[in-house]
């Protein structure tokens, strides 16, 4: 598949502070990666990759600041809980994601809530079923899927004191006119509450986004074959910018080397300013919307009262 979407034209806030020395942005994405994978690191080896997280972290801060909008398909009330698949079927995808604080040194944030959500194999979101991926897909349905009171794919996590949260999900799929990709929030200063997260603020709205070649490996494979049309990739997606992972490109480790159907490990440093405020709603705040037409159909009458405005 390749993408035919027409590229849209957004100028957009993109924030980096580092201290020290000038770097490439990637560079606290490396310590990122040590950092969210320390857990599953002993010995020598495991302290090796600690010290030089810490060293990179004390010389570069990345901070992903961009606003984008938290698009139509948000919902409240997301479970705190690490498996967010509700037996949706695809390629597995674990997510390793690290919560620093740019303000300070990229000193970790310990309890901040990191909340994701994303489309399924075929294009659908959990509580907006009847939204038209776009292409020609399978009915939502025939997952076994029907209710729009589902929750799948939906999530919070709580960061530990590494800062680090983990989620076991599926590789997501796509719809028109967007690329690949999952939707992010990092809470601060609420707390967990009838088995969901509840006060605090949101510091960051944003999104993550795959590498094409990765993605299209995957678009090949079941269930995902069975959505055809026309892909959008990122040199044409209206909201990536071509920063990687300053403008949330996540790192993919596969599983088992040329075998996509075994799945990916995915990592990202998510640099906040805990003391901000950025809700993302609507056409965003402090930054560009996402724009364009989101998928067809009608989305249930508690969904946020701006999405026929803005895209997903």
Same mark, same amino acid.
């Given at each position: 598949?390749?993408?035919?979407?027409?590229?849209?034209?957004?100028? *957009?806030?993109?924030?980096?502070?580092?201290?020290?020395?000038?770097?490439?942005?990637?560079?606290?994405?490396?310590?990122?990666?040590?950092?969210?994978?320390?857990?599953?690191?002993?010995?020598?080896?495991?302290?090796?990759?600690?010290?030089?997280?810490?060293?990179?972290?004390?010389?570069? %801060?990345?901070?992903?600041?961009?606003?984008?909008?938290?698009?139509? !398909? !948000?919902?409240?009330?997301?479970? /705190? *809980?690490?498996?967010?698949?509700?037996?949706?079927?695809?390629?597995?995808?674990?997510?390793?994601?690290?919560?620093?604080?740019?303000?300070? #040194? %990229?000193?970790? /944030?310990?309890?901040?809530?990191?909340?994701?959500?994303? %489309?399924?194999?075929?294009?659908? !979101?959990?509580?907006?079923?009847?939204? @038209?991926?776009?292409?020609?897909?399978?009915?939502?349905?025939?997952? #076994?899927?029907?209710?729009?009171?589902?929750?799948?794919?939906?999530?919070?996590?709580?960061?530990?004191?590494?800062?680090?949260?983990?989620?076991?999900?599926?590789?997501?799929?796509?719809?028109?006119? *967007?690329? %690949?990709?999952?939707?992010?929030?990092?809470?601060?200063?609420?707390?967990?509450?009838?088995?969901?997260?509840?006060?605090?603020?949101? @510091?960051?709205?944003?999104?993550?986004?795959?590498?094409?070649?990765?993605?299209?490996?995957?678009?090949?494979?079941?269930? !995902?074959? *069975?959505?055809?049309?026309?892909?959008?990739?990122?040199?044409?997606?209206?909201?990536?910018?071509?920063?990687?992972?300053?403008?949330?490109?996540?790192?993919?480790?596969?599983?088992?080397?040329?075998?996509?159907?075994?799945?990916?490990?995915?990592?990202?440093?998510?640099?906040?300013?805990?003391?901000?405020?950025?809700?993302?709603?609507?056409?965003?705040?402090? #930054?560009?919307?996402?724009?364009?037409?989101?998928?067809?159909?009608?989305?249930?009458?508690?969904?946020?009262?701006?999405?026929?405005?803005?895209?997903?």
């Amino acid at each position: 598949m390749t993408g035919h979407h027409a590229n849209t034209s957004i100028t *957009r806030r993109r924030a980096l502070a580092v201290t020290g020395a000038t770097v490439a942005a990637g560079g606290l994405a490396v310590a990122g990666y040590q950092s969210a994978f320390a857990d599953e690191t002993t010995g020598a080896a495991g302290t090796a990759a600690t010290a030089s997280a810490t060293s990179a972290s004390d010389s570069t %801060c990345m901070t992903l600041m961009t606003s984008v909008t938290e698009g139509p !398909y !948000y919902l409240d009330g997301a479970l /705190v *809980r690490k498996d967010i698949t509700e037996g949706k079927s695809g390629v597995p995808l674990t997510l390793r994601l690290t919560v620093v604080d740019a303000t300070d #040194g %990229c000193t970790p /944030v310990p309890g901040a809530a990191v909340e994701i959500w994303h %489309c399924d194999a075929w294009g659908y !979101y959990s509580g907006y079923t009847t939204a @038209n991926p776009g292409g020609s897909a399978p009915a939502e349905s025939e997952d #076994g899927s029907t209710a729009d009171d589902a929750t799948y794919l939906r999530g919070y996590q709580i960061a530990n004191a590494n800062g680090v949260v983990k989620f076991e999900t599926i590789f997501p799929g796509w719809y028109t006119p *967007r690329t %690949c990709h999952i939707h992010v929030k990092v809470h601060t200063g609420g707390e967990k509450e009838d088995g969901t997260y509840e006060g605090g603020k949101v @510091n960051y709205t944003g999104q993550f986004f795959f590498d094409d070649e990765i993605a299209q490996e995957v678009f090949a494979l079941e269930p !995902y074959s *069975r959505h055809t049309g026309s892909y959008t990739t990122l040199d044409d997606d209206m909201v990536y910018d071509g920063g990687g992972a300053a403008s949330g490109l996540l790192t993919l480790k596969a599983v088992k080397k040329g075998n996509p159907a075994r799945g990916y490990k995915g990592f990202l440093t998510l640099g906040i300013d805990p003391d901000a405020e950025n809700t993302g709603a609507g056409s965003g705040n402090g #930054g560009g919307g996402e724009g364009g037409t989101p998928p067809s159909g009608e989305p249930p009458t508690d969904s946020p009262s701006d999405a026929s405005a803005s895209g997903s």
